[in-house]
């Protein structure tokens, strides 16, 4: 213990730089096709937090080193202008800018700078307003994972419906690299809808999973689309089965279909047969469907759809 004490003392500035610079690295790296599962996307999305902790964490010591008196102040500035500096840099590379991401940075900066000794004792004078940062933090951060169990729970009761944002949690159940948002559907102000922003990246995706998985009761997926502008959009829907991610996930193994869809209201009918016979060499398992995917590519300007209801029809 003394010798890895010795040795941490020893290569501080060296460790720090490292863990820093992987951390940004980490919140740079390309993804492009985002990431599939909602409970790994929110767990991705937390590594905010985490991520911002370790770096507040790491630089305390030495702001408190060289500027005492201000080491608190410049500690948060610093940090919280690479939280911001990092969404901004993420909107021009294939990364999603998110003021969620932000909020969670700005949480994991304020841990770090409670876990540093001499900040802590600053803070805990304010014991009533800590305590209530540190609680607000947690219930912020951990709200995602606690919708989508609710949400799972209400799926499971609305068979044959896969979603339809009537309820304020199945968006948690979205993932991908394209901005979305809990809106009215403007075809009819009683009726929610997800509003999807298609940006300019190579693949601008929306994931779609936690629905059941059997489909082989149905006969045709239904899903009710309203297109923003005055000109025409091109849409990939993809839908793939288990057995496709256990292969690899090739692209000639799942349903792959590219619609146009025109301004103002779209309807479309995807009929299950043909999504059986889509892969090359097999038919899709119905009774294990695990995600449908919407993307474009290479648009050359960002569009909006309003995704409003997709739901399984027959038999």
């Known amino acids: 213990m003394n010798i890895f004490r010795r040795l941490l003392n020893n290569n501080y500035s060296l460790l720090t730089t490292i863990l820093i610079a992987g951390v940004i690295i980490l919140f740079l790296v390309p993804v492009p096709w985002g990431i599939s599962n909602p409970w790994l996307s929110n767990f991705w999305n937390a590594g905010h937090l985490l991520g911002f902790f370790i770096i507040s964490r790491c630089l305390a010591p030495y702001c408190q080193r060289f500027v005492p008196d201000f080491a608190f102040s410049i500690t948060a500035i610093i940090t919280l202008l690479m939280a911001g500096g990092i969404e901004i840099v993420q909107a021009t590379i294939n990364r999603q800018p998110s003021w969620n991401d932000f ?19 600053r803070l805990i004078k304010n014991y009533l307003t800590l305590l209530a940062t540190i609680i607000t933090g ?53 009726e929610k809808a997800v509003k999807v922003n298609f940006t300019t990246v ?16 149905y006969s045709a997926l239904y899903i009710d689309t309203y297109l923003s502008g005055s000109t025409p959009l091109r849409v990939n829907i993809s839908i793939e089965d288990q057995i496709h991610t256990q292969n690899g996930r090739p692209f000639n193994d799942r349903f792959t279909r590219v619609y146009q869809l025109n301004p103002g209201r779209n309807i479309l009918t995807l009929l299950l047969d043909d999504i059986k016979k889509a892969p090359a060499s097999r038919n899709m398992e119905l009774s294990h469907i695990k995600r449908i995917a919407l993307y474009t590519m290479n648009l050359e300007a960002n569009r909006q759809i309003y995704l409003n209801k997709i739901q399984l029809i027959g038999p």
């Open 202 to 217: 190579p693949y601008s995706m929306l994931h779609i999973r936690g629905f059941t998985p059997n489909w082989s009761n």
């Open 103 to 121: 909020v969670l940075s700005s949480i994991g900066i304020f841990y770090g700078l409670l876990a540093f000794e001499p900040f802590k004792k």
């Open 138 to 190: 947690g219930v912020y951060a951990t709200f995602p994972f606690v919708a989508l169990t609710i949400d799972k729970t209400l799926a499971e009761t609305r068979v044959p419906l896969i979603i339809d944002f009537s309820t304020p949690f199945e968006h948690f159940r979205l993932s991908g690299t394209s901005n979305y948002e809990r809106v009215t559907y403007p075809p009819n102000p009683n």
